[in-house]
């Protein structure tokens, strides 16, 4: 029998929704480093001393080409099927539009394919392109009816058909359309192996006539006669490496990266640790929502029974109420509540507040006066709880429930690692939607209590370090592990980026913001912070603060916000690109450009911080020098999905700004370790919980 799962990634219902890349991105995390370390054991070796090497690395050149072959070979065969609906017999029901747009790439495919070996992966790419645009089309439709069904009524004669629809599409088209995407770019990616050689191939046709030797015969036994470096070798062991890692499930991914970090465990530090194994993978959506304390539901159930009881009292029952209260307060009554013992100055004042009123000679007044306190009380009762103290009230609780509240509960707190054992935990169906909503008594105890700790998930995780939400965007994924780093950012991009700027200003000890010019500045645990111009004016979490960094330099560069003279064109030249006008010291830009028909536009642009990611790691490798960040992948991420986890981009683009209208400048803040929270995490890193047996 299974061991029950300690974490929410090991209950299996919530690892697929929860986690859609939690393989890929616990093998990105071995592999990676393997890059890494391949590189640092073979930069400096001879090549003339690797003859062992050189003669694997050949035949493993020979069953690489004819796997690459082969690869290439199945999914052109794919995309040249015709009919094509029997691969999607799987979603039930099929989405026909998704179908109709899947089959015109399969005719396009079969009509179009080019002749020339030059043009085929233009030809793909192209098809990448059409259906990155249907993709976007397809995600804002489902957008649209998601906000339908939240502004909807369960009664709203329309639902059903908004229901119907959303399900279809998000359920069915949304994951044909990504399969169908996710071929394309494995197809695309196949021609970094075969391009070569097809070209090589498709010139000595050309050449001759009479050259009889097949395209496949030609790729599978190709030889480049270039001699073998170091690099060749590495890069080959490296996916050596990543194909070992294919067949394994997620508790023997885990326990080749425990191996890593016992190996080296300064190189991974416990935040590091604990965001790879609880993070990776995780879906990319803001974490709002997710998540609301127990035990603020339980006061507010028990706050709810108090006042119907208070309400029922007559003033001679106030009274005797009040004068035991006095008793159990002031004199020496055994029969004390748990606030009367309270230590606290904030829970004492309080105490003191209501008492004022329990003493007072009006009714009215002693009424309010014992209402406060009682109330008072049930919230001294459930706050001094553990959480873990509170879901096992929770739970005792359930049969007392309705099944949507007891589905509320499970889906808004750490319950769920128990209690889900089937798809459909987070959403409500119309005839629940219609149930909840009919309950005038629970329900709106419910609702406030959601919306009420929308963003109640920071301070928590904070001070408990559990993990407690179900997903993530960038700004929060860094914010989990600074938590862990032993500070409390404030959240948000804007104020997370002024967080580094003040405590620089400050001179607080090793401390700095700054525009990174090499290396040097990338250390670990530092937050990178990328700026970009967007076309939608940002919110007030993602507008940055004027600032400079510790060398004068600004968020935007200065030869821009000059006065700029307009470029002229050469003759017989097409017209020059128009330049941005920069105002506001560059929080805003715009430019008016004049079409062929005489007709003016304007563009504007605002100024934005568009993504935070923690740094882990400088490298070198054998294709150069790479930045190892834990973040999240942009939600327009080519896969189609986006997820936390271990990503690396090469240093030279982390200190590139970009072209003036992709502008990408980037900042990196630090402040060293604080205290980290080593008792709160032991349960939370213990390999006893972590590989369930």
Not at 13 to 27: C, G, N, V, W
Not at 288 to 316: N, Y
Not at 392 to 420: C, D, F, N
Not at 487 to 505: E, S
Request: charged share 30%; proline share 5%.
């Amino acid at each position: 029998m299974a061991s029950a799962p300690n974490f929410q990634w090991q209950n299996e219902i919530l690892l697929k929704d929860i986690y859609p890349m939690r393989l890929q991105k616990l093998r990105d995390f071995l592999i990676f480093f393997k890059e890494a370390d391949l590189w640092a054991e073979y930069k400096s070796k001879d090549i003339s001393t690797l003859a062992a090497d050189v003669a694997e690395y050949e035949k493993g050149m020979d069953d690489a080409r004819t796997a690459d072959f082969k690869r290439y070979s199945t999914l052109k065969n794919y995309f040249m099927t015709k009919e094509v609906k029997g691969y999607f017999v799987k979603y039930k029901p099929i989405e026909e539009e998704a179908m109709a747009l899947i089959q015109k790439n399969h005719d396009l495919f079969a009509s179009s394919w080019p002749k020339d070996i030059r043009g085929e992966r233009t030809f793909i790419q192209s098809r990448i392109e059409s259906f990155k645009t249907q993709l976007g089309f397809l995600r804002d439709r489902i957008r649209y009816l998601q906000r339908q069904l939240d502004g909807m009524a369960a009664e709203h004669p329309n639902r059903t058909k908004v229901e119907t629809e959303f399900k279809l599409k998000n359920e069915a088209a949304l994951p044909m359309v990504l399969e169908e995407m996710e071929k394309l770019r494995q197809f695309d990616e196949t021609y970094n192996k075969v391009e070569t050689p097809k070209l090589e191939w498709y010139k000595l046709t050309k050449a001759d006539p009479n050259y009889k030797t097949s395209e496949e015969e030609f790729l599978v036994h190709y030889d480049p006669k270039v001699p073998v470096t170091v690099k060749d070798i590495v890069r080959l062991k490296v996916e050596q490496f990543a194909k070992s890692l294919e067949s394994k499930d997620q508790y023997q991914l885990l326990t080749d990266i425990r191996a890593r970090f016992e190996k080296e465990p300064k190189r991974f530090p416990t935040w590091l640790q604990y965001m790879v194994i609880h993070f990776s993978g995780m879906r990319y959506k803001s974490a709002h929502g997710s998540w609301a304390d127990p035990k603020d539901l339980l006061v507010r159930l028990r706050v709810d029974e108090v006042r119907k009881a208070q309400a029922a009292l007559s003033d001679a029952d106030v009274a005797a109420k009040c004068a035991e209260k006095v008793a159990q307060y002031e004199g020496a009554d055994a029969n004390k509540p748990a606030l009367a013992k309270a230590a606290d100055k904030t829970w004492k004042d309080k105490v003191a507040l209501h008492m004022q009123g329990v003493k007072a000679n009006g009714p009215k007044t002693k009424r309010a006066g014992l209402a406060g306190l009682v109330e008072e009380e049930a919230k001294y009762e459930f706050m001094s709880m553990t959480t873990d103290q509170a879901l096992v009230k929770l739970e005792a609780m359930k049969g007392q429930l309705p099944a949507w509240a007891w589905k509320m509960i499970v889906m808004l707190t750490s319950l769920r690692v128990k209690h889900v054992t089937a798809a459909g935990w987070e959403t409500f169906t119309p005839d629940e939607d219609k149930i909840r909503f009919a309950d005038t008594t629970l329900y709106p105890i419910f609702s406030k209590w959601a919306s009420d700790n929308t963003g109640m998930w920071r301070p928590e995780h904070g001070r408990t370090q559990e993990v407690i939400v179900t997903r993530a965007v960038c700004n929060e994924t860094a914010e989990h592990a600074q938590h862990i780093r032993g500070h409390l950012p404030p959240g948000g991009l804007t104020d997370n980026a002024a967080r580094y700027v003040k405590a620089a200003a400050e001179k607080v000890p090793g401390a700095y913001f700054i525009k990174p010019t090499d290396a040097k500045p990338y250390t670990q645990g530092a937050s990178i912070f990328w700026l970009r111009y967007v076309n939608t004016e940002p919110s007030v979490w993602q507008i940055p603060k004027p600032t400079e960094d510790a060398n004068g330099v600004g968020l935007v560069p200065a030869e821009y916000l000059g006065k700029r003279a307009q470029p002229k064109a050469a003759k017989n030249a097409s017209a020059p690109a128009v330049p941005w006008e920069y105002k506001g010291g560059g929080f805003t830009r715009t430019r008016t450009t004049i079409d062929a028909e005489k007709k003016k536009s304007t563009q504007a642009q605002w100024l934005r911080w568009i993504h935070e990611a923690t740094v882990i790691e400088v490298v070198d490798t054998a294709d150069g020098t790479y930045v190892y960040t834990f973040e999240t992948s942009l939600p327009d991420d080519f896969r189609g999905t986006s997820c936390l986890g271990v990503f690396r981009n090469t240093l030279r683009w982390n200190l590139d700004d970009g072209s003036e209208d992709n502008y990408n400048r980037s900042f990196v803040g630090y402040v060293p370790e604080g205290k980290a929270p080593v008792e709160n995490l032991k349960p939370l890193m213990d390999w006893n919980k972590i590989i369930l047996k």
